[in-house]
C-alpha cells in the first residue's frame, strides 16, 4: 500500500517511522510519503491560510497550495488514483469497519488541515479529479482537535495493521473488540497474585467451556456498563434479555421500507465495485413488489427494531432445480423448491446498526430455512467486497465451483448438513 500525507506539520508524522508501522515500511509493505504543503506555496511567506469569506472567527486553509499539491499527486503515478482521506471534525465515522475497507486500497492520501478548515473548493476540486467515491471526509471522534494530523496517525494506524503481514498475528486481528460488536473481555498475566489482587480463579482452571464462558459474560457486562450504545439489537439477544429480534417472512406491504434499505445498503457496494450498475441498485419498485409478492420464487425475510418498528434487515433465498452448472441461463434454473441449490440474496443490514451480530443471524435464519431437498447454499457477492467475503468466510462459505454469471461478484458455497435444517 502507498500512502501519501499533506501537512503543514510533516514532522507530525514521525512516529510513523517507529514500532510495527515502521518495520512495515522497512519491509517494503507499506510505502509512506510526507510532503509539506507549503512546498506548494510561491510566495515569500509560505502563506497556507486566510480570513474566511462571510466573517467569523480564525483562518481558513486557501486553496492554491492544496489544488497543486493534488496535480503532483495525480500527476505522479501514470493514470492510478489515489482515495483521498481528508479528516475533519464533521466527517463520517472513522469505525473499524471503514479500516478494513481502506485497508483494501493500493494507495491512499491524507489531507492535513489546520485552522478552522479547508477551503471547501478543495473537496470539490478533488472530487472532480478522482471521482467522487475517492474523495472521503472522516471523522475520529465527537471531540474537536486542533488538526488533521492526530487523526491521521489514528487511522493510518488502525488501517496499515490490518494489511498482510504488518501485525504478525493474524488471529489477534480475527478476536478483537469492535469486530463482534461486544467489548473485549479483562486479559491477565503472571504472577497470580500481584500486591493482593488476584487472577480469577476460573482461569487458573484449566476448564476451556468455563473460561470461555466466563470471558463471554464479561465481555456482555462490559459492554452493557461502558457501551451501552452497542447493545440494542442483537448483542442482548445473545445474553441481555432484551426483546428478541423477530425474523419474519416479508409482506408486500415490505416493498416500500425494502427497496429503500436496499439502496442504503449496496451504495457502498456500489462504491466498492466501482459501478453503480448493479441490480440492487437499479432494480425499480415494481420489481421489488415483484420479488415479495404470492408466487414469487424468492422466499424474502425482514427484520425490525421492536422498538421503532424500522425495518432493519432482511435476506432471501430461493431453490434452483436441478444441478445448476449455469450453461443454462440462471433464471431458468429457478425452481419452485425442488432444487439442490438453495441461493442467498440480498443479505442486508442497516447500516448504523452493522457490527452486531444481525447480519449473522439472518444468515443464520435463511440457511436454516432451505428446503429439505437442497444440498447446497450457493450466494454471489462482490469480488472485492473484503468485509463481506470475510463475514462470508466466518459463516463456512468458501469459493464455488458454479461461478457466478455476474461480472465483478464471486460465488460462494456451503454445503448444508442436517444441523443447519
Ligand atoms: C480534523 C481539525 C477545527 C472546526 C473546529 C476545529 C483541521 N475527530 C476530530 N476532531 N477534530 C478533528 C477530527 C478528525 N478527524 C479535526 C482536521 C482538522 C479538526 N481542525 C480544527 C476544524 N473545524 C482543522
Redesign the pocket.
Same mark, same amino acid.
Given at each position: 500500500m502507498r500512502i501519501d500525507v499533506f501537512s503543514i506539520f510533516p514532522d507530525y508524522l514521525a512516529p510513523l517511522e517507529l514500532s510495527l508501522i515502521g518495520k512495515a515500511r522497512r519491509e517494503g509493505l507499506l510505502e509512506v510519503h510526507s510532503h509539506d504543503l507549503r512546498r506548494f506555496t510561491h510566495d515569500r511567506h509560505h502563506t497556507v491560510d486566510d480570513t474566511p469569506y462571510g466573517g467569523g472567527a480564525g483562518m481558513v486553509m486557501t486553496p492554491q497550495p492544496w489544488g497543486e499539491a493534488l496535480d503532483e499527486l495525480v500527476g505522479s503515478a501514470g493514470g492510478q488514483l489515489p482515495t483521498l482521506i481528508v479528516?475533519?471534525? !464533521? +466527517?463520517e465515522p472513522?469505525t473499524q469497519t471503514t479500516a478494513y475497507e481502506l485497508a483494501g486500497v493500493p494507495w491512499l492520501a491524507f489531507a492535513?488541515?489546520?485552522?478552522?478548515?479547508?477551503d471547501e473548493r478543495v473537496y470539490d476540486e478533488a472530487r472532480s479529479q478522482l471521482g467522487p467515491e475517492r474523495v472521503r471526509i472522516?471523522?475520529?471522534?465527537?471531540?474537536?482537535?486542533? !488538526? +488533521?494530523e492526530v487523526?491521521v496517525l489514528a487511522m493510518i494506524e488502525a488501517i496499515a495493521r490490518l494489511l498482510p503481514g504488518v501485525i504478525g498475528n493474524e488471529e489477534s486481528l480475527t478476536e478483537e473488540s469492535h469486530t463482534g460488536g461486544l467489548l473485549e473481555y479483562p486479559v491477565y498475566t503472571k504472577p497470580a497474585t500481584w500486591r493482593g489482587h488476584q487472577v480469577p480463579q476460573v482461569l487458573l482452571s484449566g476448564d476451556h467451556q468455563r473460561i470461555a464462558a466466563w470471558r463471554h459474560d464479561q465481555r456482555l457486562a462490559r459492554t452493557a456498563t461502558r457501551r451501552p450504545d452497542l447493545l440494542p439489537s442483537s448483542a442482548t439477544l445473545a445474553g441481555g434479555g432484551k426483546q428478541p429480534l423477530q425474523i419474519v417472512p416479508a409482506t408486500p406491504a415490505d416493498a416500500a421500507e425494502l427497496f429503500v434499505l436496499t439502496r442504503a445498503c449496496w451504495l457502498d457496494e456500489g462504491r466498492t465495485a466501482g459501478t453503480f450498475d448493479i441490480p440492487p441498485l437499479t432494480e425499480d419498485m415494481d420489481a421489488m413488489k415483484a420479488t415479495v409478492a404470492p408466487g414469487s420464487p424468492w422466499h424474502t425475510w425482514v427484520v425490525r427494531d421492536p422498538q421503532s418498528g424500522r425495518l432493519v434487515g432482511s435476506v432471501r433465498g430461493r431453490s434452483w432445480r436441478g444441478a445448476p452448472d449455469l450453461s443454462e441461463p440462471l433464471e431458468e434454473n429457478v425452481g419452485s423448491d425442488r432444487g439442490r441449490f438453495w441461493e442467498i440474496g440480498r443479505l442486508m443490514v442497516a447500516p448504523d446498526l452493522h457490527g452486531r451480530g444481525l447480519g449473522q443471524e439472518l444468515l443464520a435464519h435463511v440457511v436454516r430455512s432451505a428446503p429439505t431437498q437442497a444440498t447446497t447454499a450457493w450466494l454471489v457477492t462482490g469480488a472485492n467486497s473484503s468485509r463481506n467475503l470475510r463475514f462470508y468466510r466466518k459463516a463456512g462459505f468458501r469459493r464455488s465451483r458454479v461461478a457466478s454469471p455476474y461480472p465483478g461478484t464471486v460465488a460462494l458455497e456451503r454445503a448444508l448438513s442436517e444441523d443447519d435444517l
Open positions: 479528516p475533519g471534525p !464533521g +466527517g472513522f492535513c488541515g489546520r485552522y478552522e478548515g479547508i472522516l471523522s475520529l471522534g465527537d471531540y474537536v482537535l486542533n !488538526g +488533521g487523526a
